[in-house]
T-cell receptor, first 112, second 113 residues
Framework: DSGVTQTPKHLITATGQRVTLRCSPRSGDLSVYWYQQSLDQGLQFLIQYYNGEERAKGNILERFSAQQFPDLHSELNLSSLELGDSALYFC???????????FGEGSWLTVV | GQQLNQSPQSMFIQEGEDVSMNCTSSSIFNTWLWYKQDPGEGPVLLIALYKAGELTSNGRLTAQFGITRKDSFLNISASIPSDVGIYFCAGHETGGGADGLTFGKGTHLIIQP
């Protein structure tokens, strides 16, 4: 158990809909990261937050957004969903913007 | 962005065999991390390396941070069925943020009984 908690574990939704994925980082960790993993794809970095502020942005679509709240949990919002958005979405956390990050178990999103 | 070449892409081995995989980069990294991912699960950190030349073991796993700082390898000795999974290397550039943490595409390890 990495200490990073993600909900929901599985989600099935229709195209055009909007979903929110939630992440609680490890106790004491200030940085939260979101990654997307599709079939045959590696881990694609989406976005990082540090202590409530956006720190770095990767390959995140404009239809996606994220935020980190004062209690340090984070949410990833995915809107106008398309079939190609079906993937495993991981949250990870680290103490600071440090080099070692710990992953949650992921949220499986299936868009039908 | 930076590219990490991880090889081999997949390995089919017999139980009990030793395994070796590696990652190379085009730039200098200050951290190398090795993760294992089981199907439907999140990547789990196996070994973290922070210094060039560092050799670190975790049970049957051994990893090294290359002297050039552009490569790393992971060895697994006497493989067992639970070693099956996907192994990812990840490297962090000096001064980089999270987007400086680059992942390899993974090595699929398959063990034949």
């Amino acid at each position: 158990d990495s200490g990073v908690t993600q909900t929901p574990k599985h989600l099935i939704t229709a195209t055009g809909q909007r979903v929110t994925l939630r992440c609680s980082p490890r106790s004491g960790d200030l940085s939260v990261y979101w990654y997307q993993q599709s079939l045959d794809q590696g881990l694609q970095f989406l976005i990082q937050y540090y202590n409530g502020e956006e720190r770095a942005k990767g390959n995140i679509l404009e239809r996606f957004s994220a935020q980190q709240f004062p209690d340090l949990h984070s949410e990833l919002n995915l809107s106008s969903l398309e079939l190609g958005d079906s993937a495993l979405y991981f949250c990870a956390s680290s103490l600071s913007g440090g080099n070692t990050i710990y992953f949650g178990e992921g949220s499986w999103l299936t868009v039908v | 962005g930076q590219q990490l070449n991880q090889s081999p892409q997949s390995m089919f081995i017999q139980e009990g065999e030793d395994v070796s995989m590696n990652c190379t980069s085009s730039s200098i990294f200050n951290t190398w991390l090795w993760y294992k991912q089981d199907p439907g699960e999140g990547p789990v950190l196996l070994i973290a390396l922070y210094k060039a030349g560092e050799l670190t073991s975790n049970g049957r796993l051994t990893a090294q941070f290359g002297i050039t700082r552009k490569d790393s390898f992971l060895n697994i000795s006497a493989s067992i069925p639970s070693d099956v999974g996907i192994y990812f290397c990840a490297g962090h550039e000096t001064g980089g943020g999270a987007d400086g943490l680059t992942f390899g595409k993974g090595t699929h390890l398959i063990i034949q009984p």
